[in-house]
């Protein structure tokens, strides 16, 4: 064998071993959602969602942007359903806390999150990335609660809460 077909075989392992690396790095890391009730405590990821519920794309004016935006979501009455399906026939009895990524918790009751129109939003359809919100400067991703129709706001009791890392389901006190 000669000496320059040997020295060619670390290079061709060497261009494996970084392909093989590029691609891995490129890929980014799933959203997942943290769902807790009791001693449960489970993680999904957008497609373990979409393989258990129907997601919907949804065009509305939303106030945070100041603007008419599409997203892609679940409708939040369905989600919890699936997610709490024996609290959700006595939902009076329970509320859903959102914990976000920098520690901000927001509690509703988890009746008032059955309306129609209420959607956990988990792409923004009109950009490949979460755009930020006008005025928060911030990302609403990897999940924010929404609400589609024109007098659903949170000055009217409906929650807004934005970077979602963990749904949890608590009895009312």
């Known amino acids: 064998m000669r000496l320059s077909s040997i020295a060619s075989i670390p290079f061709a392992l ?14 980014a890391k799933e959203p997942t959602l943290t769902v807790i009730h009791a001693d449960r405590k489970q993680s999904f990821t957008v497609p373990q969602l979409e393989a258990r519920l129907e997601s919907k794309a949804v065009r509305f004016f939303n ?26 026939a006595n939902a009076g009895d329970w509320k859903v806390e959102f914990l976000a990524l920098d520690g ?6 988890l009746h008032k ?28 991703g990897p999940f924010a609660v929404m609400w589609i129709e024109k007098d659903q706001l ?3 009791g409906y929650p807004w809460p934005w970077q979602i890392e963990e749904i949890r389901l608590v ?3």
């Open 14 to 27: 060497l261009c494996i071993a970084l392909s093989a690396h590029a691609g891995s790095a490129t890929t």
């Open 63 to 88: 106030p945070y942007y100041e603007k008419v935006k599409s997203f892609q979501g679940f409708a939040l009455g369905s989600l919890l359903k699936e997610l709490f399906p024996a609290e959700s």
């Open 104 to 109: 901000y918790r927001s509690a509703t009751p």
């Open 113 to 140: 999150l059955f309306e129609p129109g209420g959607y956990l939003i988990f792409r923004d359809i009109d950009r490949p990335q979460w755009e930020e919100m006008k005025k928060r400067k911030v990302s609403p």
């Open 154 to 156: 949170w000055k009217n």
């Open 171 to 173: 009895r009312e006190q």
